[in-house]
Every structure is written in C-alpha cells, then in structure tokens.
C-alpha cells in the first residue's frame, strides 16, 4: 500500500521556524516528483514548493527566500524548511507525489503562525 504521511506541525510564532516531513512508504521514492501544498481555511490548496527526483527545485513567490525544500531518497523523505514564518503562513500542509500523471497525497499537518 502506497502511503505518505506528513510530520512536524505545530504552533509556532511569527518569525519563527519549523521543518515538516513527508515519509513515504509502499513505493519506490525516487521516481517521483514531490511537492508541498498547503490549504487556508476558506482558501484553495496552493502549491508552495516542488522538487524533482533529481533534486531540481521550485518555489511559489510568497516562499522564495523563506522556505527550503530537500529530499532524501535514503530515507524516503521530502522536507520544508519554513523560516521567516507569518501569520498568513498558518494552513494545514500536505506532501504530494507525482509521476507519469498519477498523484498520491498524505493527509496533511497542520501549521499555526501566530503569538
């Protein structure tokens, strides 16, 4: 069973840092494309960063210079690294995995940026 499951939300304050991770299980990790989405209550799910399965990244403009994508294939992980955090950062974030058209998504954590 192909799965992939989210860690490492929680409350943090403005300005701060936090690092989610998405671990995958059930699947070859490599051969995907990986993002993080995330989803505001009331808003639509945005993507926020992506990286390829040879580690080629891009980011949403409200996250360039902020927050890091990085994989590693080893483990079977994809990571955010969200520094400089706002309030407007708060949303539940989720991983997704894409190759060849067919998406797998995890259930998601969630982020709180406030004081």
């Known amino acids: 069973q192909v799965q992939f499951v989210e860690f490492g939300g929680g409350l943090v304050q403005p300005g701060g840092s936090l690092r989610v991770s998405c671990v995958a299980s059930?699947?070859?990790?490599?051969?995907?494309?990986m993002g993080w989405y995330r989803q505001a209550p009331g808003k639509q799910r945005e993507l926020v960063a992506s990286i390829t399965n040879n580690g080629n990244a891009n980011y949403a403009d409200f996250v360039k210079g902020r927050f890091t994508i990085s994989r590693d294939n080893v483990q079977k992980t994809v990571y955010l690294q969200m520094n400089s955090l706002k309030p407007e950062d708060t949303a539940v974030y989720y991983c997704?995995?894409?190759?060849?058209?067919?998406?797998?998504w995890g259930k998601g954590t969630l982020v709180t940026v406030s004081s």
């Open positions: 997704n995995a894409l190759r060849d058209g067919t998406g797998f």
């Open positions: 059930g699947t070859i990790f490599s051969i995907y494309t």
